[in-house]
């Protein structure tokens, strides 16, 4: 079965840092794209970023919300969301997601962790 | 705001069809890039739901289907049941913004 479980996530001060880590099983982990998305309370979905296969060099992207705060890693069969200089606005459930792509069906985020709540406030 | 825009709530009787609708720009949507889908059941994590346009993961019932034209898609539920009731989010790439973007979600109540 593939899974993805998220742990780290906890209350930090406004300006402080926290990292997540992302655990994934059952598929080959260094052939597959990792984004981090979050869920601020009571709202939408955001994409936080990525960080891309081992044959794409795991290269990273980030949302402008967030770039220049953040940092994605991957090592073995985990990956990471370093945040750092957190804001309140950073306040959310944060999820990492397996990108699966192939030519004849597209893109798309599947599965999903189960999210992990990161509390940003004094 | 969202780059992509959904209604924030529906609602239909058990056995009805409702629409959802999702409206980009020439920069996501309208630029061929694919749309996907997915339901988050209240206090769960997101679960994709269709992807590319109109093709469901093992599992999800043909009750649910796309339709794309240009830089707009909408996701149809035929036959409305209890268990639909949940939100939904459209996704797709934005070019200009080099980021995957998603829609506000809207919220679908069984009455």
């Known amino acids: 079965e593939v899974q993805l479980v998220e742990s780290g996530g906890g209350l930090v001060q406004p300006g402080g840092s926290l990292k997540l880590s992302c655990a994934a099983s059952g598929f080959r982990f260094s052939d597959s794209a990792i984004h981090w998305v979050r869920q601020a309370p009571g709202k939408g979905l955001e994409w936080v970023g990525r960080i891309r296969s081992k044959p794409n060099s795991y290269a990273t992207g980030y949302a402008a919300s967030v770039k220049g705060r953040f940092t994605i890693s991957r090592e073995e069969s985990t990956a990471f969301l370093q945040m750092n200089s957190l804001k309140v606005a950073d306040t959310a459930v944060y999820y990492c997601?397996?990108?699966?792509?192939?030519?004849?069906?597209?893109?798309?985020?599947?599965?999903w962790g189960q999210g992990i709540l990161v509390t940003v406030s004094s | 705001q969202p780059e992509l825009t959904q209604p924030p709530s529906l609602s239909g009787a058990p056995g009805q069809r409702v629409t959802i609708s999702c409206t980009g720009s020439?920069?996501?949507?309208?630029?061929?890039?694919?749309v996907n889908w997915y339901q988050q059941l209240p206090g769960t994590a997101p679960k994709l739901l269709i992807y590319d346009n109109n093709n469901r993961p093992s599992g999800v019932p043909d009750r649910f289907s796309v339709s794309k034209s240009g830089s707009s898609a909408s996701l149809a539920i035929t036959g409305l049941q209890a268990e639909d009731e949940a939100d939904y989010y459209c996704?797709?790439?934005?070019?200009?913004?080099?980021?995957?973007?998603f829609g506000g979600g809207t919220k679908v109540t069984v009455l």
């Open positions: 996704q797709s790439y934005d070019i200009s913004l080099s980021a995957w973007v």
């Open positions: 020439s920069s996501n949507l309208g630029a061929g890039y694919g």
């Open positions: 997601v397996r990108h699966v792509s192939d030519t004849s069906t597209g893109h798309r985020f599947d599965p």
